[in-house]
Nanobody
Framework: QVQLVESGGGLVQAGGSLRLSCAASGSTESINVIGWYRQAPGKQRELVGSISSGGITVYADTVKGRFTISRDNAKNTVYLQMNTLKPEDTAVYYC?????????WGQGTQVTVSS
């Protein structure tokens, strides 16, 4: 099993930056892809981006060029650097991984961007 814990959320003004962290524990040796998702009030959860164990990243068009995902395998931690934040980035952000066909989610961290 894998446990994921997000941190780093908060309140920021539009144009500002935040860095979220996703710390993994448990059976981390088999973790490959870790994804970042977000869910705004009244909306479906959407993929923000992901990173493979080899460092290959994929981003949603809405965040491309503003958000950067990185990982520190020694610390079993994945980061989401968010720059030039917009009010529409306001959401609860979750990290996720799939292992043995089971989905693992963190508890989420709230990001609020004020205009």
């Amino acid at each position: 099993q894998v446990q994921l814990v997000e941190s780093g959320g908060g309140l920021v003004q539009a144009g500002g930056s935040l860095r979220l962290s996703c710390a993994a524990s448990g059976s981390t040796e088999s973790i490959n892809v870790i994804g970042w998702y977000r869910q705004a009030p009244g909306k479906q959860r959407e993929l923000v981006g992901s990173i493979s164990s080899g460092g290959i990243t994929v981003y949603a068009d809405t965040v491309k060029g503003r958000f950067t995902i990185s990982r520190d395998n020694a610390k079993n931690t994945v980061y989401l650097q968010m720059n030039t934040l917009k009010p529409e980035d306001t959401a609860v952000y979750y990290c996720n991984t799939v292992q043995n066909n089971l989905f693992y989610w963190g508890q989420g961290t709230q990001v609020t961007v004020s205009s």
